[in-house]
């Protein structure tokens, strides 16, 4: 059975405090990992695609890493506009659908 | 432009009563999607569908039904809402290519009582 854990469930920053938020995945073949970003209220928006292990994509202050096994989020100087649930999900080789992790719940603190 | 567009946005049903949440979207997308939300549980695959006509399960699809009459809507049905569906809902779409992301609605926050 294809699974994602994400960890911490929560973590707060002071703003310019660089971290990182962890996706471990164990999936029949990977097709491809997501990673969304989901503000209070609202319905997950797409960051990144990542497909095979050593593959990094950025955006602004966020970069996106791949193993085998995990994917690291990294956020790097974030500001206060960075606090949000950043969901991580995995679709398997011959799979339509995503399996999503529980999230991390990020707060960045001015 | 407007996306995937889900209506109604808030929802109370009594055990028992029934209703549709509908689905919009308007980037000709061919596969859609049902997920629900719950606290501690991460989004869950209820329904959906790879086109028109074509429908099919996910993780949770008990006590469900969806239909997709047409290309751009995809509905998801209660027959007789229980309070284990309290939830808040979410519609998605993508274009079914390899690696296609998912784009997804604001959300139905549905309370049984």
């Known amino acids: 059975e294809d699974q994602v854990t994400q960890s911490p469930e929560a973590l707060r920053l002071q703003e310019g405090e660089s971290s990182s938020l962890n996706c471990s995945y164990t999936v029949s073949g990977l097709r491809g990992l997501f990673w969304y970003r989901q503000d209070p209220g609202k319905g997950p928006e797409f960051l990144f695609t990542?497909?095979?292990a050593g593959e990094e994509k950025e955006k602004e202050r966020l970069k996106a890493t791949l193993t085998k096994k995990e994917s690291f989020l990294h956020i790097t100087a974030p500001k206060p506009e960075d606090s949000a649930t950043y969901l991580c999900a995995v679709q398997a080789a011959g799979a339509q659908k995503l399996v999503f992790g529980q999230g991390t719940r990020l707060t960045i603190n001015p | 432009n407007a996306g995937v567009t889900q209506t109604p946005k808030f929802r109370v049903l009594k055990t028992g009563q029934s209703m549709t949440l509908l689905c919009a979207q308007d980037?000709?997308?061919?596969?859609m999607y049902w997920y629900r939300q719950d606290p501690g549980m991460g989004l869950r695959l209820i329904h959906y569908?790879?086109?028109?006509?074509?429908?099919a399960k996910g993780e949770v699809p008990d006590g469900y039904n969806v239909s997709r009459l047409k290309k751009q809507n995809f509905l998801l049905g209660l027959e007789s809402a229980a309070p284990s569906q309290t939830s808040v809902y979410f519609c998605a779409s993508s274009l079914g290519q390899r690696n296609s992301p998912l784009h997804f609605g604001n959300g139905t926050r549905l309370t049984v009582t």
């Open positions: 980037m000709n997308h061919e596969y």
């Open positions: 990542l497909y095979s």
């Open positions: 569908s790879v086109g028109e006509g074509t429908t």
